[in-house]
């Protein structure tokens, strides 16, 4: 093995873009070249990586069309074969499907990295999720899982010998000499990328630390950093500032006397030895020791498995100063040890076998056959159904029922999706904003006597 190509929906900045850069850095050190493919048209946006060559602007999202998506798999088995590609590593999320196709058609092995429940379906409608669950994961010459949660969410469609558990891992070693004794600059670091589902978790973080009179320093951007930014403006949040996206996080952690955040947020954080409370989707978690650092890896430190404080807590349970990990006697071990576990990764890779041609393959033929010159998206469930009807796509049995479902029950499947109604979203907005000033109200009262 020598070249690797990187395929992903989107190369842009956050928790997926970081981990491919920490696997990049680690293979390259094993003597490996990197190729990265993605559908954005700006990958320079991401974190600086030292890629081989660079296939931009595929049509690799929800709404790409039959002929797109031939367009899309005749670009990457060309680029396979140029560069004389011998792993492919696919990421989230639509991509998965070129990906495998790309794979099949070129005889390459492909592993598949889940990064969460997200990347494992209900998100993309119910013809992905079938293509997804019933070829990709079924398929594929090994699937990555970064935790418990997503392995559990994977394992029925998928043969456990090709199936593991890899946790996201960072870089130990962290910064030395003087940027490790750095003098602080602030109580808190907060680093996330802003879209709507992180900044639900972080609104009540900002109110009940600066009701505390702790100041707050934001590293991040996205799609709601102009909600988040309005929310601090609205309240009066002045111990709030933001940074924008930066790439020096893990260093900039040590210059604070605390770190909040998520995800790989978490382990940096640990790594540059900074307390961490850990900010969920949902709510405040609170600090992890390391028996809740333990617990919350179930999840990848989403948090999902872990309580919310309770309001009349929350103040308490975030005064600073904290004791770090070190000071608690533990620090990350070798499972998140980035340079070990790609290391270990790409020795085991070099066994793996090539996928056979399957069903997105036959998906992809009978497209090409009958409908390439469509505009509708390859992924509609009504164009995934008529396939099954005319006869040229048939979905293999699924693992965990005896027998499969037949293809009447499966065209129904694809006929019947499920969406939120504007009801719903307007009654989860209200709930959130009623929790937002039962939460003000509890931090604006005075504390209780001693």
Not at 98 to 127: C, D, K, M, N, Q
Request: glycine fraction near 8%; charged fraction near 20%.
């Amino acid at each position: 093995m020598q070249d690797v190509l990187v395929i992903a929906e989107n190369f842009s900045f956050g928790g997926m873009e970081t981990s491919i850069a920490g696997c990049v850095k680690a293979g390259r050190a094993c003597g490996l070249r990197f190729h990265l493919a993605c559908g954005n048209d700006a990958p320079a946006a991401g974190p600086s990586v030292d890629w081989e060559s660079i296939l931009a602007g595929l049509p690799l999202g929800p709404r790409a069309s039959a002929s797109e998506l031939l367009e899309c798999v005749e670009r990457l088995c060309a680029h396979i074969e140029e560069r004389r590609i011998s792993l492919i590593i696919a990421h989230p999320f639509i991509s998965y499907i070129p990906a495998l196709i790309a794979a099949e058609r070129t005889r390459v092995p492909v592993v598949v990295v889940v990064h969460g429940p997200s990347s494992a379906g209900g998100f993309y409608g119910a013809a992905y999720e079938l293509l997804l669950q019933r070829s990709v994961f079924a398929n594929a010459s090994a699937v990555l899982a970064v935790s418990e949660e997503t392995y559990d969410l994977v394992a029925p469609y998928c043969d456990r010998a090709r199936l593991r558990i890899q946790r996201n891992a960072v870089d130990v070693t962290g910064p030395a000499g003087a940027e490790a004794q750095a003098d602080l600059e602030g109580d808190w670091l907060v680093a996330s990328r802003l879209d709507d589902a992180k900044v639900t978790g972080l609104e009540p973080f900002l109110l009940a630390v600066g009701s505390l009179g702790h100041s707050v320093t934001l590293v991040g951007d996205g799609p709601a950093s102009s909600r988040l930014a309005e929310f601090v403006r609205s309240r009066a949040l002045d111990h709030v500032r933001f940074l924008g996206r930066r790439d020096d996080v893990p260093s900039l952690m040590r210059r604070f006397r605390a770190v909040a955040g998520m995800g790989r947020v978490v382990l940096e954080a640990v790594a540059a030895d900074r307390p961490i409370c850990l900010v969920g989707y949902d709510g405040i978690k609170g600090f992890l020791d390391r028996r809740l650092f333990e617990q919350a890896a179930w999840c990848n430190f989403s948090g999902r498995n872990l309580i919310d404080l309770p309001f009349d807590q929350v103040r308490e349970a975030l005064r600073l100063p904290h004791p770090s990990p070190s000071e608690e006697g533990w620090r990350l071990s070798s499972d998140h040890d980035e340079s070990v576990v790609w290391a270990r990764f790409f020795t085991e890779a070099r066994f793996l076998d090539a996928p056979a041609p399957g069903l997105v393959s036959r998906v992809f033929d009978a497209l090409h056959t009958g409908l390439s010159g469509t505009d509708e998206p390859y992924l509609s469930p009504e164009l995934i159904a008529s396939l099954i009807d005319t006869g040229p796509v048939h979905f293999p049995p699924a693992r965990t029922a005896p027998g499969g479902q037949p293809e009447t029950a499966l065209r129904q499947v694809l006929l019947t999706e499920v969406s939120h109604t504007a009801h719903a979203v307007s009654q989860l907005r209200q709930d959130q904003e009623s929790r937002f000033q039962e939460l003000k109200q509890l931090l604006q009262a005075p504390p209780a006597p001693e």
